[in-house]
């Protein structure tokens, strides 16, 4: 019972001198060898020997499992007063672990005896003196450590030590251990590789050596602000030969180095390369259609406002964003080298896939939108139906989303469905859509032209600052010819002015009333246009997405699209939205576009019973439509105004 106290003093000590458990966590070995030591702290030694005994007859022990096996064994052995025993265990155990030795604060005097008697005929040292000092070493194959002195216990007899270090030569030797006894050994490893320092003018420079990433260059916390000492990575034990060392940075240009490593006995130090200077590199890229007021993002970092030409950014894979109104407007990828590059950054769609891939035949015209990734349509969602798409979770921005739905088409072909979160429809689609945007302005005289009988075309009316009244031009006169070619009908005329460019001068043949034929030149300008041209693609929802997203970049057409937008939002049922949209196209400025807005407030104020307000728009819509010659608007106003009770003036 004496024994006892020793026994749960040992399993204290022995449990605090435990290794560091794996990353895998406790073992089954560690767990059974757990279960021994509550088995010894409850004296059921019996037990413990016999678990003890079965763990150390494994072949596949670790040296470290055996050697806290045999120490709990030793333990249970001694509080057995089973000396012989406990003599078998530490000779066990200085076989395994030469440096082994029991606490003498927990152990018997008479095993401790015993155990100094054993080490003194068993166990010597060698007293090393290594170089390097942190070269490995293992002792007939196990792995020892070395103290600071040099010190290795070691079992007598022959010992075949290894000593092994990375950028040295690995090397052996035997040595002749005495028990009781120090025996000296000079070693000194052979260097087969040598310490690189590479260094750059500036930081931060990736650097690879023979296509290994081995690190950056970093200057020393010594090196203080804005000092001139290199940025350095130290590469260490490379091997000797000749190297290729890469160097790169963004914004820089990517450096070649070849360096060849040999070794110096005399001289160990660390080779330093020569200091490499880093050259800038840019890539300058010219902007088109960046006339709106945004930002612009490359990398996720504000590097410009537009409007603007050109800006510079870093070689390499890009990623370009623009944004306005608190929204994307244009996004892509670029992958930029050194020279010159031009992007268009009008304002284009942000598309969104719903599907595996997009349509191989849909090259074109995906190349024209911004695309933003894709979702997955919720399992039964009817994605042929606007309510289906609720549904669907598109990433806020989203002007169009397409659906690719397999099988559904003719004969099990894929079925291709457009939807627009802006109008919530969805519509069929049997071909890409144009890969432009639609035409949001068109050229203009500032006049209205009416048939007046057969192969007769006349001018109606002019906008008083317009291009056709500077010109000269008159109502009643008649339009002989546009550009050299006769006209035979209004419609053909208004075709011929708006098929010109925004800012041609057109040269109209007229015949004023009763009066000599003659030519004028006329500067067209520019006029919204509210109405589908016949080139464009026809779909309502590819339209509603280019005018969201033009409208929301501002800038000369911004005022036209948003617009059309609030046209089409009209004639999806979505009154609240539309007005919303009005009513920004009324603050944004005067012309027509001013009118078409008042006009439409004024039908939605007469609708909610607003009779004043309503009369004060349909008044605006009315002098801004006569302003801007467009008489058709003004008596429509006229007769809104009429219904209200106000008498014409």
């Known amino acids: 019972m004496l024994a006892a106290p020793c026994v749960v003093l040992a399993l204290t000590v022995a449990g605090a001198a435990d290794p560091t458990p794996s990353a895998a ?11 021994v030591r509550e088995q010894l702290v409850a004296l059921e030694i019996e037990k413990a020997l016999y678990a003890l005994n079965a763990i150390l007859e494994r072949s596949d022990l670790s040296d470290g499992a055996r050697v806290e096996a045999l120490d709990l064994r030793a333990q249970a052995h001694a509080a057995s007063d089973d000396l012989d025993a406990v003599e078998t265990d530490y000779r066990a155990l200085l076989e395994l672990r030469a440096g082994y030795a029991p606490s003498r604060e927990v152990t018997s005097k008479k095993a ?21 000092k942190d070269a490995s070493v293992t002792v007939d194959g196990r792995p020892v450590s070395v103290s600071a002195d040099g010190s290795l216990p070691a079992v007598s007899g022959v010992r075949r030590l290894r000593f092994v270090r990375k950028g040295f030569d690995p090397q052996e030797v035997d040595v002749q251990v005495v028990a009781g006894q120090a025996t000296p050994a000079t070693i000194r490893l052979v260097p087969n590789a040598r310490s690189l320092v590479v260094r750059t003018d500036v930081d931060g420079v990736a650097v690879t050596i023979d296509g290994v990433a081995s690190g950056l260059t970093a200057r020393g916390a010594d090196a203080g602000d804005g000092a001139n000492a290199p940025a350095t990575l130290v590469l260490e034990d490379v091997a000797i030969g000749e190297h290729e060392l890469r160097l790169s940075k963004p914004c820089f240009a990517t450096e070649s180095l070849q360096e060849v490593v040999s070794v110096d006995l005399a001289d160990r130090s660390p080779k330093l390369s ?19 007021e945004a930002e612009l993002r490359v990398d996720g970092e504000r590097v410009a406002s537009l409007p603007l030409t050109s800006f510079a950014m870093c070689p390499g894979l890009r990623t370009i964003e623009v944004g306005a109104s608190g929204r994307v407007v244009w996004s ?20 969104v896939l719903v599907g595996a891939a997009w349509p191989a035949s849909w090259a074109v015209a995906t190349a024209a939108w911004s695309l933003r990734g894709r979702v997955e349509a919720p399992a039964g969602a009817n994605l042929t139906t606007g309510e289906g798409w609720e549904a669907v979770s598109l ?4 002007d169009l989303a397409v659906a690719v739905i397999p099988g559904a088409g003719i004969a099990g072909d894929e079925r291709i469905v457009l939807y627009g979160p802006a109008l919530r429809e969805a519509e069929d689609r049997a071909s890409p859509p144009r890969p432009s945007a639609p035409p949001w302005v068109v050229a203009s005289l500032g006049a209205v032209i009416v048939d007046d009988g057969a192969g007769s075309v006349v ?26 070619r006769s006209v035979a009908n209004a419609a053909a005329a208004r075709e011929a002015i708006a098929s010109s460019v925004v800012g041609a001068k057109l040269v109209v043949d007229i015949l004023p009333p009763g009066g000599a034929a003659r030519r004028v030149e006329c500067e067209t300008s520019a006029e919204p246009r509210l109405a589908p041209s016949p080139t464009d693609d026809g779909s309502r929802v590819v339209r509603s997405a280019w005018a969201s997203v033009t409208a929301a970049a501002g800038g000369s057409d ?8 609030a046209m089409l939002l009209e004639g999806a049922g979505r009154g609240p939205a539309a007005l919303d949209a ?3 196209v009324r603050a944004i400025g005067g012309g027509m576009l001013a009118a078409r807005a008042a006009y439409a407030l004024g039908e939605a104020l007469e609708a909610g019973g607003k009779r004043a307000d309503a009369i004060d728009a349909f008044g605006q819509a009315k002098s801004k439509a006569l302003a801007n010659a467009d008489p058709v608007l003004a008596a429509a106003a006229i007769d809104r105004l009429a219904d209200l009770g106000v008498a014409p003036r």
């Open 459 to 484: 001018l109606a009316s002019t906008a008083p600052s317009g291009p056709a009244a500077r010109a000269g031009l008159l109502p009643g006169d008649r339009i002989v010819m546009i550009a050299g």
């Open 558 to 565: 911004g005022g036209a699209a948003l617009a059309n937008l």
């Open 582 to 584: 009005w009513r920004r």
């Open 112 to 132: 401790m005896d015993r155990f100094v008697k054993i080490q003194a005929s068993m166990i010597g040292s060698a007293r090393l003196d290594l170089e390097p």
């Open 274 to 292: 020569r200091v490499v200077a880093m050259r800038p590199s840019r890539t300058r890229v010219t902007a088109t259609g960046a006339t709106y």
């Open 332 to 351: 892509g990828a670029l992958v930029a080298e050194e020279s010159d590059v031009t992007l268009d950054l009008s304002p284009r769609p942000n598309a």
């Open 25 to 35: 966590g406790t073992t089954a070995v560690e767990s059974e060898l757990a279960a």
């Open 395 to 398: 990433p806020p921005g989203t």
